[in-house]
């Protein structure tokens, strides 16, 4: 059986008041407690991958290549991608980072994944249901490294800049970016959907 290990981003150092001692580490228990609770589904599927899905009575179909090694609490596999199964819900209400990190807080979001649409050098794209508005649309998952999550803001700053200032009607034919936020420290960039019926 495998070991998955917390994030190490759960444990704050600190010194005890009046100690001499050198820095210890403290478990920040509301992360952890977050961590472990807040996606309890998820967590139990990390344990048991090959068990039945609780809410379909299925196997779950995983939907990318999943390696021996893995990064990012076990939510990655050996090249940052996340591990993706078919009808995991993602979205500003299920992730870790809270909806502050969305492209609009006051909202939140929810996105059932349908299958894959395809993958590159920065990451991959699924085919999702917008459950809030009854609509389909192409979720980009960035890979979980500092630099494809710095292209991937300069790449919505550079969207958002278009679809609001230079085509705000969409009569310049320039895709429109619908949503963006992080997920289990992946940014995701939320499209409409191009040429898939």
């Known amino acids: 059986m495998k070991n998955y290990h917390l994030s190490p981003s759960l444990f704050n150092l600190y010194i005890e008041e009046g100690s ?3 820095i210890r580490h403290k478990p920040d228990t509301r992360a952890l407690t977050k961590q472990l ?3 309890i589904r998820e967590t139990y599927w990390h344990i048991f991958p090959t068990h039945y899905s609780l809410y379909t009575n299925k196997t ?3 939907l990318n290549e999943i390696t021996e090694n893995t990064t990012n609490s076990g939510f990655d596999n050996e090249e940052y991608d996340l591990i993706i199964k078919e009808g995991d ?4 209400a299920t992730s870790y980072e809270g909806r502050y990190y969305s492209a ?3 909202t939140i979001s929810r996105y059932q994944i349908l299958n894959r649409l395809g993958n590159g050098m920065f990451g991959q794209v699924f085919k999702a249901k917008d459950l809030s508005k009854e609509r389909e649309v192409a979720i980009k998952i960035l890979k979980s490294k500092g630099t494809y999550f710095r292209q991937g803001m300069l790449e ?3 969207l958002s800049m278009l679809n609001d200032i230079y085509d705000k009607d969409g009569t310049k ?3 429109r970016m619908l949503d963006h936020f992080l997920y289990c420290n992946h940014l995701c960039i939320v499209f409409e959907l ?3 019926v």
């Open 60 to 62: 779950p179909i995983i």
């Open 89 to 92: 819900i993602l979205g500003s």
């Open 104 to 106: 609009n807080p006051e």
């Open 20 to 22: 001499t001692e050198n």
């Open 37 to 39: 609770t807040g996606r």
């Open 194 to 196: 191009l040429g898939f």
């Open 173 to 175: 034919n320039t895709v």
């Open 156 to 158: 919505i700053s550079i």
